[in-house]
């Protein structure tokens, strides 16, 4: 079975700093890759996927994050971030079939001012 | 707007008691899935359902049931035999190629037991 690993369970960083949210995965067939994000007490928002092509993928909100087979890994960054950030931040993995989801422990990001 | 509602937001409970946690969605997905969260465990999968009247479990199912008598509709029952049921309990559905097969979650419920 695959598993995803975000090994930072929580990420400090000033207002204004670049951030880098790490998530790795253990299966090396195909894969699909998404990074959630969840607001207290609120559900899961997709903030970006990757399916297939580029490897970088980027969102609306300034957030990004690349797609390593070789390293089996989908990291998430920012190059300034918001106090508006601050949330906890999921990576999730598909394989084939798109029947199941594995997801990580999550990673808190606390954007100070 | 489509979504997906869970009710109730909260949720309490005595000990030796069953409940079940709705959930709707109006999206027209046939996929729909129950996971479980706790703190720095991140998401478990529960149930999972690909269509009507199917569904199968997941890696944490023992304790739980579910059904899936319509599309819309997936309700979640903890039983009694769910030995630390507290948690934040999350909906989702899932579309198919055309959505790029995402999922969309609900607001969850947040269940304790007293």
């Known amino acids: 079975a695959q598993s995803v690993t975000q090994l930072d369970s929580q990420v400090p960083v000033f207002e204004e700093a670049p951030v880098e949210l790490r998530c790795n995965y253990s299966?090396?067939?195909?894969?699909?890759l998404f990074w959630y994000v969840q607001y207290p007490n609120q559900g899961l928002q997709l903030l970006l996927k990757?399916?297939?092509?580029?490897?970088l993928v980027e969102s609306i909100n300034g957030f990004e994050a690349e797609f390593n087979k070789s390293q089996t890994s989908f990291h998430l960054r920012k190059p300034s971030v918001h106090i508006s950030d601050t949330a906890e931040y999921f990576c999730?993995?598909?394989?084939?079939?798109?029947?199941?989801?594995?997801f990580g422990s999550g990673t808190k990001l606390n954007v100070k001012p | 707007d489509g979504g997906i509602t869970q009710s109730p937001k909260y949720l309490f409970r005595k000990e030796g008691q069953n409940v079940t946690l709705s959930c709707e969605q109006n999206?027209?997905?046939?996929?729909m899935y129950w996971y479980r969260q706790d703190p720095g465990q991140g998401l478990r999968l529960i149930y999972y359902?690909?269509?009507?009247?199917?569904?199968q479990k997941g890696d944490i199912a023992e304790g739980y049931s579910v059904s899936r008598e319509k599309k819309e509709s997936f309700p979640l029952t903890v039983t009694s035999a769910q030995k630390n049921p507290t948690a934040f309990y999350l909906c989702?559905?899932?579309?198919?190629?055309?959505?790029?097969?995402?999922?969309?979650f609900g607001p969850g419920t947040r269940l304790t037991v007293l």
């Open positions: 989702a559905s899932k579309g198919g190629p055309d959505h790029y097969n995402e999922q969309f």
């Open positions: 299966s090396s067939v195909s894969v699909y």
């Open positions: 990757y399916l297939s092509g580029s490897t």
């Open positions: 999730a993995v598909s394989e084939d079939n798109f029947n199941k989801f594995y």
């Open positions: 999206l027209n997905h046939d996929a």
């Open positions: 359902s690909q269509i009507v009247n199917d569904f």
